[in-house]
């Protein structure tokens, strides 16, 4: 661990002696356009003010203030080689990595044109496949652990370098639509605000860096404010240089950000030591915000006239427009001429922008799933092939749901070396001398479903992960945003709220925001459900409408084993990230046990399967309740000879209308059927749709049986009168069907 700090009597002005021709490996060339990138930045922000006083532009956030940080780690790190995820300041070091400032207006207008999202991100939502810059999203701190997996997936590239070739035979997947690029000694930079060192996630990232040694380099732009609140508000000490001093195995720069110089200088450190393989850096830089926070905020109802002509002070532009006249490296001429060039280049730019076309209205649903590979498709129908026998002649015995994830899991591994899995407790066991020395067995998953795979695959493609559910599912997304196809587990849904953010706000938004610049097809595996007699509150949710409410994620929910085989081969193979819902009551039940169905077996999204077919009543439903929805219906058929039709929806979204429609065409009569609480439930948008669309054909009201709408409850007397029972179910069908 080593830690820098200069002196807060500036480099610049230390270094004002004319004898060093080079100021910390800086040309004077370099430090011209450095001058050149810092100016530009600052005149796009004024450009950009006037033009949304003049309703030209819809939004405007500057980087003002924050133009020599971001100008130098532009110079210290490799554009195009190096991975960045900037945030909403950092317009100065997009500039140094090769944005134009055409482009910057383009998406200030919202132009169909605006290579970062086509109109449909803010201004300074900076996204450049091309350059490694990273589509940036608007939540403070969401970045930081992507950029964590993006590290992470980088180091994995490098030591599995075989894994980033897209197979050239054998069926489709996701590999042949992601060209995958790394280099050995890759850099990931990040930043974030001094405010946004106050998110958790921040903490989480840090702690997964430090873990793995990771090559990131965190900067801190410490403008002393977030909005209206004061650094000493926001971090305890008002330091964050001495509250993250702890960290193992970091780096550590605290430098005056509104100098180039000295900020190139502790970049070129913190780079040195990343590319060193040494672990990650952190840059805490002191900058100034002279504009308010946005132009939504007045920043002299909360800050006086004294303090921010000291800021005024230490304005970046004109201290360094100072210090090459200083230093003789340009005179007044040659400082206007500057000036003059850029000034007319964006005035062109402007002009161009404004005659930019918008976005097609039409447009508005492309790009939220793959447009290369369609999970609804024929490519993921491929037949069951079944050994009828084993090795030594015996009959296969039908295996549990546990079973087959596990085997599927094993052969997709085995088929592609893309595929990473982590989580809490998945790994046999992290301590590996164990296992060497037989010492232990391993463990494998709470429910043992990733058992074996870590001593048949190796540390590095299974592994446990901090206990931080963010950190899971952002670090996912870092890496699958490079390339890989984490398949990652969330030990129980009751635990997935802690990465809701990167569920909602990152993981689903990424194709759709950067207009298909950027993909992240992952797969999140999680434990759900209740009906466990003693699970409670907090081992028993369900909320898989809360996942299928947002665009951008599949989401599924198989109901037996070979359903689980197919569909999670299917979403380790597809091109769109999925949440993959897995039920803890059914993976060892014995209703729904399969022989399994080969390395190939797949089901495509969207295809419900009808469980038994009727003609008197259709019930819907998914998960759990199938095997009790079956039950009640047989009872029914036996009792009162009513043919039940049960269609199993398994793919959540997409969903199977035509079944449902074919369905009712033939019965005339609905139920939706799902335990989850009853109240703004999945079952109540599908019911909502029957109302709409299959009017007509009703010869009796859409009806629900679902949990109570409270929680679910220890003691198992309370349980069953809270989840939908077999009875509930047999009750509803009976009534409906003599309507
Ligand atoms: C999760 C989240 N909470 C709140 C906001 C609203 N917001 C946008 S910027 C900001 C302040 C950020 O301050 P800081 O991290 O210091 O960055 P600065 O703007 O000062 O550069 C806030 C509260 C947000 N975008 N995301
Ligand atoms: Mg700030």
């Given at each position: 661990m080593a830690t820098s700090k200069t002196d807060p009597k500036l480099a610049l002005a230390a270094n004002?002696?004319?004898?060093?021709?080079?100021y910390e490996g800086l040309t004077r060339e370099q430090l011209i356009q450095a001058y050149r990138f810092m100016y530009t930045s600052r005149r796009i922000d004024d450009r950009e003010i006037l033009l949304k006083r003049q309703q030209k532009i819809f939004f405007q956030m500057s980087g003002a203030g924050h133009e020599a940080v971001g100008v130098a780690a532009g110079l210290a790190l490799k554009t195009g080689y190096d991975w960045f995820y900037p945030y909403y300041r950092d317009r100065a070091l997009c500039l140094a990595l090769g944005v134009q400032p055409y482009q910057m207006f383009l998406q200030g207008v919202g132009a169909a044109d605006d290579p970062s999202s086509g109109g449909r991100q803010m201004p300074s939502h900076w996204s450049y496949p091309a350059l490694h810059i990273v589509t940036q999203s608007?939540?403070?701190?969401?970045?930081i652990l992507q950029a964590v997996g993006c590290a992470d997936g980088g180091r994995y590239l490098s030591h599995h370098p075989s894994a980033a070739q897209a197979p050239t035979s054998g069926s489709p997947d996701y590999r042949q639509f992601k060209s995958v690029s790394f280099q050995n000694d890759e850099i990931t930079y990040v930043s974030l605000g001094d405010g946004t060192s106050s998110e958790g996630e921040f903490w989480e990232a840090m702690n997964t860096a430090a873990l793995g040694k990771l090559p990131v380099i965190f900067c801190v732009e410490d403008n002393g404010y977030a909005i209206s609140v004061p650094v000493e508000v926001q971090t305890a000490g008002g330091s964050i240089s001495r509250l993250v001093s702890g960290f193992p195995n970091f780096h550590f720069e605290e430098v005056d950000g509104t100098d180039p110089v000295a900020s190139y200088a502790a970049f070129r450190r913190a780079a040195k030591y990343c590319r060193a393989g040494h672990g990650p850096a952190f840059v805490h830089a002191h900058v100034i915000r002279p504009y308010s926070h946005s132009l939504s905020d007045d920043e002299r109802l909360y800050r006086p006239e004294s303090e921010r002509e000291r800021d005024a002070q230490r304005d970046p532009v004109t201290r360094t427009q100072m210090f090459l006249l200083r230093e003789g490296i340009l005179d007044d001429k040659g400082i206007n001429q500057l000036e003059k060039e850029v000034e007319a280049e964006l005035q062109a730019a402007v002009d161009r922008a404004l005659e930019a076309l918008p976005p097609a209205p039409e447009s508005v649903m492309q790009h939220l799933y793959s447009p290369d590979m369609d999970v609804t498709s024929s490519v993921f129908d491929t037949p069951a092939i079944v050994a009828e026998s084993s090795s030594d002649g015996k009959k296969v015995a039908p295996k549990t749901m546990a079973d087959l994830i596990t085997a599927t899991l094993r052969d997709e591994m085995k088929r592609d070396e893309r595929i990473v899995i982590f989580g809490e407790d998945v790994a046999d066991c992290s301590r590996e001398e164990y296992l060497t020395h037989k010492l232990v067995k391993g463990k494998g998953g709470v429910f043992k479903l990733t058992f074996g795979l870590q001593c048949e695959f190796g540390n590095d493609r299974v592994f446990n992960s901090p206990l931080a559910e963010a950190a899971i599912v952002g670090r996912a997304t870092g890496m699958a945003t490079r390339g890989l196809k984490p398949v990652v587990e969330i030990q129980f849904f009751d635990y997935i709220w802690p990465a809701m953010m990167q569920l909602k706000d990152e993981l689903p938004t990424i194709r759709w925001r950067s207009n298909n610049g950027f993909s992240a097809p992952c797969v999140i595996r999680v434990a759900i459900g209740g009906?466990?007699?003693?699970?409670?509150i907090y081992h028993s949710q369900c909320g898989e409408s809360i996942f299928t409410h947002i665009p951008g994620l599949r989401v599924v929910f198989p109901s037996n084993a070979l359903d689980a085989a197919g569909l999670l081969r299917t979403a380790v193979r597809c091109d769109d990230p999925v949440l993959f819902l897995e039920h803890k009551r059914l993976y060892r039940e014995s209703y729904g046990r399969a022989a399994?169905?080969?390395?190939d077996y797949m089901i495509p999204f969207g295809k419900a399967k009808v469980v038994q077919a009727g003609t008197d009543l259709t019930v819907i439903s998914y998960g759990a309740v199938i095997p009790r929805a079956l039950q009640a219906a047989q009872k029914l058929e036996r009792e009162q000879g009513v043919k039940v039709e049960l269609i199993d929806l398994r793919s959540l979204n997409p969903f199977d209308w035509d079944t449902i429609a074919a369905s009712i065409a033939k019965t005339n009569r609905a139920l939706v059927a799902y335990e989850d609480t009853l109240s703004w439930g999945y079952g109540a948008e599908i019911a909502a749709r029957i109302a709409d669309q299959l009017f007509d054909q009703l010869d009796a009201p859409v009806r629900r049986v679902a949990a109570k709408d409270t929680f679910v409850a220890y003691q198992p007397i309370l349980e069953d009168a809270i989840l939908p029972q077999p009875n509930d179910l047999y009750l509803a069908m009976r009534d409906l069907a003599s309507y």
């Open positions: 004002g002696a004319k004898k060093s021709r080079f608007s939540p403070t701190g969401s970045q009906y466990l007699t003693g699970g409670a399994y169905p080969g390395p």
